[in-house]
């Protein structure tokens, strides 16, 4: 918990971002939609709203908001999708009220930190659903070959495997699947209702 304020009424915590989750596992994909979840909590009687700012595909600061939401002690869960622009551009995530911004983060790519990884647009972004698809990992691995990306032929690939217990962490929103290129999803797998629903506006 962070201090209160001293604006917060006794009884009342100041807003804050707790976590932020970028992307499919911190990897997005410059100059597409991308998905961002961020945990708030605080407990104020004001509505507050998350507000991604980014760099469109132009290099132009862009505020994406959400809609107005009321904050307790039990920390939420807020999904918004915003469009990531040039590589290693920031991200900054706001929580606001009336105009004045209650708290931030901002994130942004660098050797140490892993919380936020971009690609080009010619990466493929492979998602595994279900049992472990052996094929398209090892594919991933050749592809990845210091050889093979320097000799032009082959696009960079980037497998990620999602077993059940993980579709919570896919979005809702069908356009933060922008960066998606394939979904494979293994014969025993049933996928859930949400889940299915995007899928199909996907394909």
Request: proline share 8%.
């Amino acid at each position: 918990w962070g201090p209160i304020s001293p604006w917060l009424p006794a009884g009342q915590s100041a807003p804050q971002i707790e976590s932020v989750r970028v992307g499919f596992r911190n990897l997005v994909e410059a100059g597409r939609w991308n998905p961002i979840r961020v945990r708030v909590s605080g407990e104020i009687k004001t509505p507050v709203a998350v507000r991604i700012v980014a760099a469109d595909v132009e290099g132009r600061s862009v505020r994406h908001a959400g809609p107005p939401i009321t904050l307790s002690a039990t920390p939420q869960d807020i999904s918004l999708v915003y469009q990531h622009g040039p590589l290693k551009s920031p991200v900054i995530v706001e929580l606001v009220a009336d105009g004045q911004v209650l708290a931030s983060q901002r994130m942004r790519e660098t050797v140490e930190d892993s919380v936020l990884t971009t690609v080009r647009q010619n990466t493929d972004l492979v998602l595994c659903l279900g049992e472990r698809q052996v094929g398209f990992e090892e594919a991933a691995r050749l592809a990845g070959d210091p050889a093979a990306l320097k000799s032009g032929h082959v696009d960079p690939l980037i497998v990620q495997h999602y077993t059940p217990e993980q579709f919570n962490e896919l979005p809702g929103d069908v356009r933060a699947w922008d960066s998606v290129d394939v979904v494979v999803i293994s014969a025993r797998c049933e996928i859930p209702p949400e889940l299915g629903s995007v899928l199909n506006q996907w394909v």
